[in-house]
């Protein structure tokens, strides 16, 4: 149950930051199919997911759903420039997509570490997590591109640019600049306010 309120949540995230009705497939598709990949690989690698190793896929969720972030980012910021299809998306994994390899193969060696535990909850958790964030990034890396692709070829199939819709996608960075300054001005104020909504739902 909560697996799936997290996927719903993610997805309508990326529909409000992207403005795009078509980011949950874009995104969710590959989120989901890395998720089965994981589970198959800790499947067949330890034969089984404890409780700790079956929460952490909820946790997947939002490290699966980062990469996808940072290539539509690229993607889209690259398209807003004048940038062909193809231009774009070898520019988009080129640029986020090297940070991207690099963060998750740092963090998954870090999780594989763990394997090594005598614990043996602990150790296959870390097998898990590694297996895990691999699949995700080599699933995300290969999927959204056609996925994209796939998007372009119906819009320009139905008469439609684009470049109108992307310049709709622009995420205002004076709401982040007016967090920052709430935070300076009323620090305890508000870390009181966001203890108490945590201690709510907890």
């Not at 996927?7 to 529909?15: A, C, D, N, P």
């Not at 508000?190 to 907890?202: E, H």
């Amino acid at each position: 149950g909560s697996s799936i309120l997290a996927v719903v949540l993610i997805l309508g995230l990326m529909i409000f930051a992207f403005r795009m009705f078509s980011a949950p497939l874009i995104s969710g598709i590959p989120l989901i199919t890395g998720i089965i990949w994981a589970i198959g690989l800790a499947g067949f690698i330890i034969h089984r997911l404890n409780i700790i190793t079956a929460m952490y896929m909820i946790v997947l969720l939002g490290l699966g759903i980062d990469y996808a972030i940072h290539l539509l980012t690229a993607y889209i910021q690259e398209r807003e420039e004048g940038s062909k299809f193809n231009e774009a998306i070898i520019s988009a994994l080129t640029k986020s997509g090297a940070g991207i390899i690099v963060g998750a193969l740092t963090t998954a060696a870090a999780f594989f570490m763990l394997g090594f535990s005598k614990t043996e909850m602990v150790s296959e958790l870390g097998i898990v997590a590694g297996l895990g964030i691999i699949s995700e990034l080599l699933v995300m890396m290969m999927m959204i591109p056609p996925l994209l692709s796939y998007r372009i070829n119906r819009m320009e199939k139905k008469g439609k640019v684009e470049h109108q819709l992307f310049s709709r996608i622009r995420i205002d960075a004076n709401a982040a600049a007016g967090v920052g300054k709430a935070l300076v001005k009323r620090p305890v104020l508000i870390t009181l306010i966001i203890a108490a909504v945590i201690l709510g739902f907890s």
